[in-house]
């Protein structure tokens, strides 16, 4: 049994049994409610216990723990009291309370990481490629290709951009398992490969460049290990310096030396996993784009409190959030990503909608005429 189907299947026995044994006197009263939240304690604290044994000391493990206890046990045992109320108004909108959670986790594990949307975005630039349109992708973070991974190049390839950026973390596996998959993330790239004109890719936090060089074999497709790159496309310049996660600290200075200059006829873009580069630039370092993704735009993301978790040291909250903004005069567009954070972390997004981008660059002097 995989670790999210056996703490799906606890939460179900923990809501059921703390359910029944809030039964052991009808009507249900109040001193049922605390039979049951005793007994679901119980339950819930021997499944933690079980998943420590088998996991480890594993915050993602505790995380969906509680998410499924919170998602299922308590609005189901909330459910098999309600049918038992006899008399008491109040004690069923406390149970319908109770029992709220479990469709805003229906909604939050099965619809929205799902719900995958376009950014549209208009970028101006001051140098000669008005016009130039990129694609972004970033953190498909999957196990295996499906018809979702599918959709999100379907896409990118109708957007028609000049060229896709790839921000990392292609995918999520043990290295042994991503060998037997390597065919169905080769043919994604190679369809990506195909319909544009430029494709760039540097490596995340779970993937690697070496494999993203094995999925590239026989395509046109740019792995960049702090690299810098200069392209073309429909007579439109670009340079794009590649920081790899993990790459050599020495290269990694000498791509980003070589990304600023004087020659208005280029737009500069620097494509890195982990928004906190930005903060490597000098400020107002004069280049065009910063892209990046990692955040997963928090992945939950509350309206006001915003993400929860950022996962970057730097990165202010709202910006770790997703979308297009300004730091230190540099402006940067973090992707929310396509995927999830996998393994034994809850597999849920909720206020995050997964994103591919598309950033139009445009000239503001003509657009103010």
């Excluded at 299947?9 to 809501?15: E, I, K, P, S, Y």
């Excluded at 915003?306 to 909250?317: E, K, S, Y």
């Excluded at 981008?357 to 003509?366: A, L, R, V």
Aim: no cysteine; net charge negative.
């Amino acid at each position: 049994m995989s670790f999210n189907l056996f703490v799906v299947v606890a939460a179900a026995f923990v809501g059921i049994g703390a359910g029944l044994a809030g039964l052991s006197k009808t009507p249900v009263r109040w001193d049922s409610v605390f039979r049951t939240g005793t007994v679901g304690a119980i339950g819930a604290g021997l499944a933690l216990i079980i998943t420590v044994a088998g996991t480890g000391r594993d915050p993602l493990a505790y995380a969906h723990i509680l998410y499924t206890v919170l998602g299922i046990s308590v609005p189901l045992a909330a459910l098999i009291l309600f049918v038992r109320v006899r008399d008491s108004n109040l004690l069923r909108a406390v149970l319908i309370l109770l029992m709220i959670p479990a469709p805003l986790a229906a909604y939050a594990t099965h619809i929205e990481p799902f719900w995958l949307k376009v950014d549209r975005l208009s970028v101006p630039v001051e140098s000669e490629a008005a016009g130039l349109r990129i694609g972004v992708l970033a953190d498909l973070q999957t196990t295996e290709i499906g018809i979702y991974e599918n959709e999100a190049i379907d896409q990118l390839i109708g957007e028609q951009p000049d060229v896709v950026l790839i921000a990392g973390d292609l995918w999520e596996l043990p290295a042994d398992e991503f060998e037997s998959r390597i065919p169905e993330f080769a043919a994604l790239l190679a369809r990506l490969d195909t319909n544009v004109e430029h494709v760039v890719v540097v490596n995340g936090d779970h993937d690697n460049y070496e494999g993203i060089l094995d999925l590239a074999q026989g395509t046109d497709i740019i792995a960049l290990d702090n690299e810098v790159i200069e392209l073309e496309s429909r007579g439109l310049r670009m340079r794009i310096a590649g920081l790899s996660v993990g790459g050599n600290e020495l290269r990694r200075m000498g791509a980003l030396a070589q990304l600023p200059g004087g020659d208005a006829s280029i737009t500069r873009i620097l494509l890195a996993h982990n928004p906190d580069v930005v903060f490597d630039l000098p400020d107002n370092a004069g280049i065009d784009l910063v892209v990046a993704g990692h955040t997963h735009g928090g992945q939950v993301n509350f309206p006001v409190l915003g993400p929860l978790v950022t996962a970057t040291d730097q990165i202010p909250r709202s910006v770790a959030a997703g979308g297009l903004h300004e730091v230190n005069g540099n402006r940067i567009y973090v992707s929310s990503g396509v995927g999830r954070v996998r393994d034994r972390a809850p597999q849920v997004r909720f206020g995050a909608r997964p994103s591919v981008g598309i950033i139009d660059f445009f000239d503001p002097t003509i657009a103010d005429l």
